[in-house]
């Protein structure tokens, strides 16, 4: 009995270890997405099939091997002396001794194509990182914002509780319970809000990180570790500029796509220029003339062959002309490039600011909140205040916090955006040691933003 007891808890044991929600850290987040997320790999597999165009741009340097041949027979012919059979086979080595500069453009373009396919996937990358980040931090708000409504709902169903004691015992008429009825019924959407926020972020971060969700997304497959921190950073906006300027691989990809139409110029002119190529190799053939030779003959053969398109019509002179355009194109696309990547960085740093001015203020607005809520308590106690003020001090209270909770959250995003910006991890951003008016510390924000636990004072 004891043994078959021992082996069903151990059993049971393995059995909730097994099916233990994986846990991830942001970090662990941003390295999981790169592993699965489907946009990455499609970029990846893209990366691979330029090299594969590189190989083959460099093989025009390499001798090619040909094989040809040609066996027929004729079923009648007129009466003549020519054997009937005819028969010619040949392998032969093709070299290109001069191409007029085709094969060296080629050869850069594929360089420039791997290059420029390689920049797009770090470009994806990053841009998949900072939306991870993103996803990741709304969700640990929604998170946290569930548990500050619950606990105001909680809060304000002691309230109606408590009224409706007194009620009954005489202390308060029935306008005190049906204020604290309205004022749950108030907060009791915002939580269920924050719940379907909740699943939808779960839903968002799923994609992003290749995960397949499950039929109930209450069930998540994994779990966000941690809690929205507030670390104040400062960086300069004249060090991410110039940073940005050089690391983004959206401009060094535009900076290639100028230099891919150069080469194309000399890849077009090399058609108007002469093409030679020798050969050898070894041929069997047939002399269908019996006066000639024999039927079988054989022996190796080594020759140049050369061609010069002298006129084509104005063909080459259309593709000059196409090609220059999309270099002046590229140019263009290479300066609106610098000014979206500027204006993504000013943006970002502009929001990090606005995050930081809305918390120095909202901390303050809390305060006043705290200082409010205890003096409607006074009021009560000494029966110069209603019910309807301690309520109302009490939904301020929630409310504010719930904002600087948005705040901090707000921060977080606009580092990650200025991160992506600036083509630059979070952490490599500067940071300073408190700001202004504000905490420094780095406090789980749940801690934060709690409403009172309860209303307190007399009713």
Do not use: M, W
């Given at each position: 009995m004891r043994r078959s007891a021992g082996i069903v808890i151990f059993l049971l044991a393995w059995t909730t270890v097994s099916?233990?929600?994986?846990?991830?850290?942001?970090?662990?987040?941003?390295?999981?997405?790169?592993k699965?997320?489907?946009?990455?790999?499609?970029?990846?597999?893209?990366?691979?099939?330029?090299?594969?165009?590189?190989?083959?741009?460099?093989?025009?340097?390499?001798?090619?091997?040909?094989?040809?041949?040609l066996m027929r027979k004729r079923e009648s012919q007129e009466a003549s002396r020519l054997r009937p059979e005819d028969y010619?086979?040949?392998?032969?080595?093709?070299?290109?001794?001069w191409t007029g500069g085709a094969i060296s453009s080629q050869l850069t373009i594929a360089r420039l194509i791997e290059e420029k396919r390689t920049l797009e996937y770090q470009a994806l990358v990053n841009r998949v990182a900072m939306d991870v980040r993103l996803a990741f931090y709304e969700l640990l708000l929604n998170r946290a914002k569930i548990r500050v409504r619950e606990q105001s709902v909680g809060v304000f169903r002691e309230e109606l509780k408590t009224q409706r004691e007194r009620l009954s015992a005489g202390i308060v008429g029935a306008l005190n319970v049906s204020r604290a009825e309205v004022a749950l019924a108030n907060e009791q959407p915002e939580l269920i809000d924050a719940e379907t926020s909740l699943e939808n972020s779960y839903l968002r971060l799923s994609e992003l990180l290749g995960v397949n969700s499950r039929a109930s997304v209450a069930s998540s497959r994994f779990e966000a570790a941690g809690q929205l921190q507030y670390h104040p950073r400062h960086p300069d906006?004249?060090?991410?500029?110039?940073?940005?300027?050089?690391?983004?691989?959206?401009?060094?990809?535009?900076?290639?796509?100028?230099?891919?139409?150069?080469?194309?110029?000399?890849?077009?002119?090399?058609?108007t220029r002469p093409q030679v190529e020798a050969f050898t190799g070894y041929?069997?053939?047939?002399?269908?003339?019996?006066?000639?030779?024999?039927?079988?003959?054989?022996?190796y053969i080594v020759g140049v062959n050369a061609s010069w398109h002298i006129f084509d019509g104005f063909a080459t002179?259309?593709?000059?002309?196409?090609?220059?355009?999309?270099?002046e194109a590229a140019r263009h696309a290479l300066e609106a490039a610098r000014l979206s990547v500027a204006s993504d960085v000013r943006s970002a740093f502009l929001d990090l600011q606005q995050a930081d001015r809305v918390l120095e203020s909202e901390t303050r607005n809390v305060q006043n909140a705290d200082e409010s809520l205890e003096i409607a308590k006074g009021n009560l106690s000494a029966g110069l205040g209603t019910q309807l003020d301690i309520l109302q001090a009490a939904s301020d209270v929630t409310r504010t916090r719930t904002t600087r909770l948005g705040a901090f959250y707000l921060h977080n995003?606009?580092?990650?955006?200025?991160?992506?910006?600036?083509?630059?991890?979070?952490?490599?951003?500067g940071f300073a040691a408190k700001v202004a008016g504000g905490s420094s510390s780095g406090k789980p924000i749940a801690e934060v933003v709690a409403p009172p636990s309860t209303l307190g004072g007399q009713r």
């Open positions: 099916h233990a929600e994986p846990s991830y850290t942001v970090e662990e987040a941003v390295a999981l997405a790169k699965q997320n489907a946009e990455i790999a499609i970029a990846a597999k893209q990366v691979e099939a330029a090299r594969g165009g590189l190989i083959e741009a460099r093989s025009g340097f390499l001798p090619s091997v040909i094989s040809t041949g010619d086979a040949s392998v032969r080595v093709v070299q290109n001794l906006l004249n060090e991410c500029l110039a940073y940005a300027d050089v690391t983004r691989p959206e401009i060094k990809s535009q900076e290639i796509d100028v230099e891919i139409e150069n080469q194309q110029l000399i890849l077009d002119r090399s058609a041929e069997l053939y047939s002399e269908r003339d019996p006066l000639v030779g024999p039927e079988f003959n054989h022996g002179r259309g593709r000059l002309q196409a090609t220059r355009a999309r270099r995003v606009a580092l990650a955006r200025l991160a992506r910006a600036s083509a630059r991890e979070p952490e490599s951003l």
